[in-house]
């Protein structure tokens, strides 16, 4: 490979690495801030680099004190909430979209991509309200159960559906299965990339999700952590060095989660980008 | 009778004997069972709230007492709010500034993972990274980084002598400063979708260009641009919708900060103080309604031109 660098490859090179630093440039401030006392950032002059590396106490500071226990069991709630009936009724219904004959199929799908299009904000106002009327207000119900159906999970693996020959259908109908059968021992198996990719993606979403969650819950104890974390911002004073530790903290699982499958990841963030 | 047949027989297709429609009952048994949780779910949570919000935004309504019908009377309000307007030159003001600069970027950046140079899964990933970040946390290392007494931007520039810069009061500043934010954060993701649209673009054509003598702007307004139309008209597209739906950003900043949220709040953000700090749901849910017609009318023009431009292979 390196024989067959240009000049040029070496200047677009050069300037990856430089530019690769300046993107880096914040996770490194966030890192380093989560070792200083509160005093280090506030005193000028600011230092980039915390005086003490082995400083933990913002960790167990939020983690204890701050209840950031509390709110990570939360998101892990919502989070499975989401995820386990979300692909599991989207893949059903990606099945009966995909191979089931009845009345009105196209123009239902169709109707269902308004869904697609459909802002949040547009929604939000009759969407809180009928919380309210379910009683679901400030429970995790409001959070998971209106996150659960979704167009383009169903519509992912719906598309994948299409593509495997119906030849392995026929012949499983030969041999007496019905459409349990077919869906769950043939087709599941073989959309298992999808049904990753996007799973990814409705982890991630129930994740990073904020404005939703902002709404429906009330209760301290019941915040996810995009709202624990806003909420370190106080009107007067915010100790920076907490809430870059937060940032690491609420960050940290679904980086991991990033950098373990990344192949997946990207496919699946290149099919549908994040969901807002 | 032959497989084929079977099958079809099966999945419910065909004429009107006893058995087929018992057959085709049985289909829609199944079904129903197996869509109906999905699509009631998606009418019930997405598709009427979205009617209920047009009709919502012809009401007075504080949220507790019943909506009082009051005809177009809110979006005649809409009209007049100087706020209104204050929000709707800002959601066009980052629209027209982070649509181009994020794809134009995202395509240099694309190029340059193209030429696979040594490392490049490393900056690929580097680069990507951001994306997979909370918006609310990426905006709070913006705001700590921007801090003008703080942050260590102007200790850098104090360095080298710059005096302190109110990065997160002066409205310019603090809009530059989310432009910034919003290109680190989403970038990588512009430049993946892009990446997999060079990558399938053959080589012969470009060396088909060098052998001809062409320049790189040629080869790029020749050939890649045309070949690579869905991807980039796909990546606007996002890009759009994303600068329209701009919220966390706007609400971390404008927490602590009264400038700063006055200067930058966006459509989506005002929907959200309306609605739930003011409780004037009706007026709020009128110019989420104005928002939804913006991002229709903004997708069918662009799926409208997508017919005329877009280049499909």
Known sequence: MGITLRKRDYLSFFVLVLVSLLMLLPFAWVLFSSFKTYRETVQLPIKFLPKNFANLSNYSDLLVRLNFLNYYKNNVIVALGILVPQLFLSSMAAYAFARIDFPLREPIFISLLVALMVPMQMILMPRYSMMIKFGWFDSFWAVIIPSIPSVTTTFFIRQQMLSIPMSLDESAVIDGAGHWRIFWQILLPLCKGSILAMGIMCVVFAWNDFLWPLIVLNSQGKYVLSIAVANLQGQNLTRDNLLLTAAILVSFPIVILFLSLQKYFVEGVAMTGLKE | ?313
């Open chain 2, 1 to 313: 009778m032959n497989h084929k047949m079977h099958y079809a027989l099966f999945r419910g297709y065909a004429m009107s004997s006893i058995r087929n429609r018992h057959i085709r009952w049985k289909n829609m048994c199944w079904a129903l069972l197996f869509a109906g949780p999905t699509v009631f779910g998606l009418y019930l949570f997405f598709i009427y709230p979205m009617f209920k919000s047009v009709y919502i935004s012809l009401t007075k309504w504080d949220g507790l007492s019943s909506p009082q019908f009051i005809g177009i009377a809110n979006y005649v309000q809409l009209l007049s709010d100087p706020t209104v307007g204050k929000e709707l030159f800002n959601t066009a003001f980052f629209i027209v500034l982070l649509v181009p600069i994020t794809v134009v970027l995202a395509l240099l950046l694309a190029s340059a993972f193209d030429k696979r140079l040594p490392g490049t899964g490393f900056f690929r990933t580097v680069f990507f990274l951001p994306y997979v970040m909370l918006p609310v946390v990426t905006a709070q290392i913006g705001m700590t980084m921007f801090n003008s007494k703080f942050g260590i931007i102007n200790q850098w520039l104090a360095w080298l002598g710059v005096p302190a810069v109110q990065w997160l009061t002066d409205p310019w500043l603090v809009r530059s400063v989310i432009v910034l934010m919003n290109l680190w954060a989403g970038i990588g993701y512009y430049a993946i979708i892009l990446l997999a649209g060079l990558q399938n673009i053959p080589r012969q054509y470009y060396e088909a260009c060098e052998l001809d003598g062409a320049s790189a702007w040629r080869k790029l307004t020749n050939v890649t641009v045309p070949l690579l139309t869905p991807q980039l008209f796909f990546s606007v597209v996002m890009a759009t919708i994303g600068a329209f739906k701009m919220f966390d950003f706007i609400f971390v900043f404008g927490k602590s900060n009264l400038y700063a949220r006055e200067s930058l709040r966006t459509m989506a953000y005002g929907i959200y103080e309306r609605g739930f700090t003011f409780l004037d749901i009706g007026f709020a849910s009128a110019e989420a309604v104005v928002l939804g017609a913006f991002m229709l009318i903004i997708t069918i023009a662009q799926n409208m031109s997508q017919e005329r431009w877009v280049y499909y292979s």
